[in-house]
């Protein structure tokens, strides 16, 4: 599991304000390497796709 996985409305945010989530929230101060802003992007485009699959679902369930 990611430590991004942990993060709410990630899909809303900038690396800087999933840092500051990170920190607040799990006390973790990442040292941000290109894998993590990779993992970032990563996890940010996994979880738009399923809120975008989640809206088409309810709609097709009218």
């Given amino acids: 599991m990611s430590y991004f996985?942990?993060?709410d409305n990630i899909e809303?945010?900038?690396w800087q304000q999933c840092a500051v989530q990170?920190?607040?929230k799990l006390g973790v101060?990442?040292?941000w390497t290109p894998?993590?802003?990779?993992e970032f992007?990563?996890?940010?485009?996994k979880r738009v796709?399923?809120?975008?699959k989640?809206?088409?679902?309810?709609?097709q369930s009218k």
């Fill in 5 to 7: 996985d942990q993060i």
């Fill in 12 to 14: 809303n945010l900038n």
């Fill in 22 to 24: 990170l920190n607040d």
């Fill in 29 to 31: 101060s990442l040292v």
């Fill in 35 to 38: 894998k993590d802003f990779q």
């Fill in 41 to 45: 992007e990563k996890q940010k485009k």
């Fill in 49 to 52: 796709e399923n809120v975008r």
């Fill in 54 to 59: 989640t809206k088409r679902d309810i709609l």
